[in-house]
């Protein structure tokens, strides 16, 4: 199961790693920086790069939630455990699937190619070719959507990588 940790907007990988060092290795399974893939230019040229999908957390998959909040104590004033009430509590089964179903292995969204056509939105490649739905407000120019994703029974706006090929009005 996915649990979230806080921890300081803009050092997440840091903060992930020396988590990683503080638990017990025998008590996760991964702890994860969720990113996504977009394209950025400098010079005139298009290059890819990486983000972070939730700034200011990551993520640990454990099924021992306890010893994993007992050894975050050492790091508390970097990195928090997110509780509901006052318990350290796994994000939802549907959330995690969701997810999943949209990150690779290295847990990246991978960028998304597809048009706009008569205004709706047909995605033909990438993570969100299903996702269409979920889709919120779409920048052309800088190839990036917003899309709205549940996290701890909360809708919260995420941006993810997506080329609009064409727009096509028929």
Same mark, same amino acid.
Request: charged share 30%; hydrophobic share 40%.
């Given at each position: 199961?996915?649990?979230?940790?806080?921890?300081?907007?803009?050092?997440?990988?840091?903060?992930?790693? +020396?988590?990683?060092?503080?638990?017990?290795?025998?008590?996760?399974?991964?702890?994860?920086? #969720?990113?996504?893939?977009?394209?950025?230019?400098?010079?005139?040229?298009?290059? +890819?790069?990486? +983000?972070?999908? @939730?700034?200011?957390? @990551?993520?640990?998959?454990?099924?021992?939630?306890?010893?994993?909040? +007992?050894?975050?104590?050492?790091?508390?004033?970097?990195?928090? #455990?997110?509780?509901?009430?006052? *318990? @350290?509590? #796994? /994000?939802?089964?549907?959330? *995690?699937? @969701?997810?999943?179903?949209?990150?690779?292995?290295?847990?990246?969204?991978?960028?998304?190619?597809?048009?706009?056509?008569?205004?709706?939105?047909?995605?033909?490649?990438?993570?969100?070719?299903?996702?269409?739905?979920?889709?919120?407000? /779409?920048?052309?120019?800088?190839?990036?959507?917003?899309?709205?994703?549940?996290?701890?029974?909360? #809708?919260?706006?995420?941006?993810?990588?997506?080329?609009?090929?064409?727009?096509?009005?028929?």
């Amino acid at each position: 199961m996915w649990y979230v940790i806080q921890s300081l907007n803009g050092d997440e990988m840091n903060v992930c790693e +020396k988590c990683r060092q503080a638990v017990p290795k025998d008590a996760y399974r991964d702890f994860f920086v #969720p990113m996504y893939v977009c394209m950025r230019r400098y010079q005139g040229v298009w290059s +890819k790069e990486q +983000k972070v999908l @939730f700034p200011g957390y @990551f993520f640990i998959d454990t099924e021992q939630p306890e010893v994993v909040e +007992k050894a975050l104590s050492v790091v508390a004033r970097i990195a928090k #455990p997110v509780c509901v009430g006052k *318990q @350290f509590v #796994p /994000i939802l089964e549907e959330e *995690q699937d @969701f997810l999943e179903d949209m990150m690779d292995a290295s847990h990246i969204i991978q960028m998304s190619t597809g048009n706009i056509i008569n205004g709706e939105f047909d995605i033909y490649e990438g993570p969100l070719q299903e996702k269409a739905a979920y889709l919120k407000r /779409i920048d052309r120019h800088k190839r990036i959507a917003e899309m709205e994703v549940r996290l701890l029974g909360k #809708p919260r706006r995420v941006r993810v990588g997506l080329e609009i090929v064409k727009k096509i009005a028929v």
